[in-house]
C-alpha cells in the first residue's frame, strides 16, 4: 500500500504526514477548568496508546490550565477553539502544541492574520476541522440545505468548506495545517476524505464524527478509517465514541495493529468456540488479552511482543498454536500448552492464564 | 461499488451471491445435543438480525437435534462437519439447509461422491471453509512451515487449499459452493479473498478467523470485511469473536449498515461529548439507541426508520439535528428537542429519552 505523499507538521514531538507514522488522538471530555481530572485523564489515554491529546478551551482560564495539563504530562495537546480568536492566542501562548481551529469562524481577516503570525510564531500548527454539523450558512444553502429542508451536508460541501478555511490561513502564509471532513456516517466520510485526498497535500486527521455509541461507533470508525487507511488515505486518526476517552484510544490503537500500522502489541488470536469446545475459553482469553496488556504496557512497547493463541479445540488449535509463540488448546477441562508450536504441557484449566503468562514473562525477559 | 459477479447459492429460503444482498451469520456455542438451549440461541441470534445459524455436528446424534432446531425456529441452519462424511448425510437427511465441509478432510473419494449426490438431490450448498490453522500437511510443507518451524499460512496456501477442495467437489458434478478462505490477522485475510476473488466465480464467505476478543476481535473483523466489501467482494459475511453469537450478529449487522448493504435500523448519531459538555449524553444516548433497538425490531424493519441524533452542545447539534428526525441537543441540565430540524420543545434532562421515543413512536405509526 503507498500512502499518499503530504506535507509533514509537527504536534509536540509527534509528527503527523510526510510519512511519519500513523498517529492516535483522543478529547478529553473532562471540565476544562479541573486541572486534576485532566491531568489523570490525559496520562491515562496516553498509557494506553495515545501520541496526541485535544481538550477543549472555551475561555481564556481554560487555555492556562491546558499549559499545566502539558506540562504536568508531558503528552502533546490540542486545543480545540470555536469561534473565540482570544483562546487561540491565550492556547498558544499558554504552551499548546496545536490548535483545532477553523478560520471562517473567528471573526474575520485581522483575527486570522493574528492567530496565523502567533501560531507561526511558536511553530504551532493548526488542524481546520469541519463536520457536518456545522458548515457554513452559505454551503449549506448551495447544496440544498435551505430553509427547513432535512440536509446531511454531501462530500462535496464538507471538501469546499476546508479548502475556504485552508486558503484563508495560506493567504497569511501559514502553511503547517492538517484537514479533517467529518460526516456522522461511512459513505459520505469515505467520498469526503477520498475527495480531498486529491485537491491537497495537507496531512489529514481521518474519523467518523459523532459515530454513536461504543458498538456502532466503533464499527463505523473501523470500518471507515480502515477502508480509507488501506487505500493510504490518513495520517492521524481519532475515533469518535460516545463513551469514554480511554475507549477511544483502545479502538484507535486497534484499527492501526490490524493493519500493521503500528506495533502490533499483544495479539491474542482466539477462537469464538462452538459447541465442540469443553474448556472455558472465553474466561481463559479475556483474561490473557487483559494480562498481557499490562505486560506489554509495563515491558513491551516497541520490543517484539511474543504472539498468543487461546483456542477451543484441536480443529484449528495446533495449526494456530504454530502460528503463534505461546498457545493454549483446550481439552476437556485441561488445556495443551504450546510453546512455539511444540506441546510442552498439558495444564488443568484452573492453570491455563497463569501458563501462558509465564512463558510471556520469559519472553520479555521479565 | 461494482460487486464481484457469482453464482448463487440458496441456503434454506437465503440466497448467497448472484447479486442477492449480503447475508450475516453466525455459530452457536451450546451443547449440539442440547435441542431446547440451541433453538433458544438461535432465536435470539435470528432476532438480531443473523441470516443463517451454524450448528456443529460431531456425530449422527446431533445432525438430529439440528433437524429439530430447524423445524422448532424456521431459522436457515447450515451443519459444520469436521472428517466424519456420516454426520454429513445425516444432517442433510435431518433438514440442513447447507454444510460447512471441506471434502478433502473427509476419507477419500467414495466418501465425497456420496456425500455431493446427496447434497445433490435436496438442493443442499456446501461451504468449503480453509482457515490458517488447519490446511492440508503437504500444503503447509510446500509453503515453509514443515517440521519445527513457525507458521502463519500465507494468502497462496489457503487459496490452494480451497480450490483443491472445491475441485473435489465439482469433478463430482457438484457446483452449489461457497468459499472462505479465513486467516486470523488482517493483511492475510484480505490478501486471500482479494487472490480468491481472481481465481472463481463461487459466492464468498467473509471472516477472520480466531479474530480474538470483543474489543480487538471486533475491530479486526470490521476492518477486514469493510476494506472487502467495499472493493466489492463478499457475499455473506460471519464475525468471529471470543464472545457470545449474539454479539456476533450485532457486529455483523452493524458493518453492514455501515457501508449502506444493510437497511439503516436505528441509526443513532451521537457525539463523544467534551470539557464543553453540560448534560449526561452517555446516558440518555445509550437509552436511546438500547431502546430504538427494541421498537425497531418490533416495528420498523423494512421501514424507514427516523434517523436520531443525540448531541451535547450547539457546536455541532443543530446541524446533526438538521440532518435527523429527531434530535436531542444537549444544554445545562435540559436537552433542547428537534423534531425534523425544527426546534419544538426544551426537556429536563430526566425527560429528554422519552422525549424522544415518544416522537419515534409517532413516526413509526405505533
Redesign the interface.
Known amino acids: 500500500m503507498v500512502r499518499r505523499s503530504t506535507r509533514e507538521i509537527k504536534v509536540g514531538g509527534v509528527a503527523i504526514g510526510g510519512g511519519a507514522p500513523v498517529s492516535v488522538q483522543t478529547?478529553?471530555?473532562?471540565?476544562?477548568h479541573d486541572e486534576a481530572a485532566l491531568v489523570s485523564q490525559v496520562s491515562s489515554c496516553a498509557e494506553l496508546g495515545a501520541d496526541i491529546v485535544r481538550?477543549?478551551v472555551?475561555d481564556v482560564e481554560?487555555a492556562a490550565v491546558l499549559g499545566r495539563v502539558r506540562r504536568a504530562t508531558g503528552v502533546p495537546l490540542v486545543a480545540?477553539i470555536?469561534f473565540d480568536w482570544r483562546c487561540a492566542l491565550a492556547s498558544i501562548e499558554a504552551g499548546a502544541d496545536a490548535l483545532r481551529l477553523n478560520p471562517g469562524n473567528i471573526g474575520g481577516p485581522e483575527r486570522v492574520r493574528e492567530v496565523a503570525r502567533a501560531a507561526k510564531a511558536k511553530g504551532v500548527p493548526i488542524r481546520v476541522g469541519v463536520?457536518?454539523?456545522?458548515?457554513e450558512r452559505d454551503i449549506v444553502a448551495k447544496y440544498g440545505?435551505g430553509g427547513?429542508?432535512?440536509?446531511?451536508?454531501p462530500p462535496e460541501a464538507l471538501v469546499e468548506s476546508a479548502l475556504r478555511h485552508v486558503a484563508l490561513l495560506e493567504n497569511e502564509g501559514f502553511r503547517d495545517i492538517a484537514i479533517s471532513v467529518k460526516a456522522?456516517?461511512?459513505?459520505r466520510t469515505?467520498a469526503a476524505y477520498r475527495l480531498l485526498a486529491g485537491k491537497c497535500d495537507c496531512p489529514l486527521h481521518l474519523g467518523v464524527?459523532?459515530?454513536?455509541?461504543f458498538?456502532?461507533?466503533?464499527?463505523?470508525s473501523?470500518?471507515?478509517?480502515?477502508?480509507l487507511l488501506?487505500e493510504g488515505i490518513g495520517d492521524t486518526i481519532r475515533v469518535?465514541?460516545?463513551?469514554e476517552?480511554e475507549k477511544?484510544v483502545?479502538?484507535g490503537v486497534?484499527?492501526l495493529?490490524?493493519?500493521?500500522m503500528r506495533d502490533p502489541g499483544p495479539?491474542?488470536?482466539?477462537?469464538?468456540?462452538?459447541?465442540?469446545?469443553k474448556a472455558d475459553?472465553?474466561r481463559v482469553?479475556?483474561e490473557v488479552?487483559a494480562a498481557l496488556e499490562r505486560i506489554y504496557r509495563r515491558a513491551g512497547k516497541g520490543r517484539p511482543f511474543p504472539r498468543v493463541?487461546?483456542?477451543g479445540c484441536v480443529?484449528?488449535?495446533?495449526?494456530?498454536a504454530?502460528?503463534a509463540?505461546i498457545a493454549l488448546c483446550g481439552g476437556d477441562g485441561v488445556f495443551l500448552v504450546y510453546d512455539?508450536?511444540?506441546h510442552v504441557e498439558t495444564v488443568p484449566e484452573s492453570r491455563a492464564v497463569d501458563a501462558v503468562l509465564a512463558r510471556v514473562r520469559g519472553c520479555c525477559g521479565e
Chains 1, 2 share one sequence.
Not at 240 to 243: F, G, K, P, Y
Request: some cysteine; glycine content about 12%; hydrophobic content about 35%.
Open positions: 478529547m478529553c471530555n473532562r471540565d476544562p481538550l477543549t472555551p481554560a480545540d470555536h463536520n457536518g454539523g456545522s458548515l440545505g427547513d429542508a432535512k440536509f446531511a451536508a456522522s456516517d461511512v459513505p469515505l464524527t459523532e459515530a454513536g455509541t458498538v456502532p461507533g466503533t464499527v463505523r473501523s470500518v471507515a478509517l480502515g477502508i488501506s469518535s465514541l460516545t463513551d476517552p477511544e483502545q479502538v486497534e484499527i495493529r490490524s493493519l500493521g495479539h491474542v488470536t482466539s477462537c469464538p468456540t462452538c459447541g465442540r469446545t475459553v472465553f482469553a479475556a488479552q493463541a487461546v483456542m480443529v484449528n488449535g495446533p495449526g494456530e504454530k502460528a509463540d512455539h508450536g511444540r
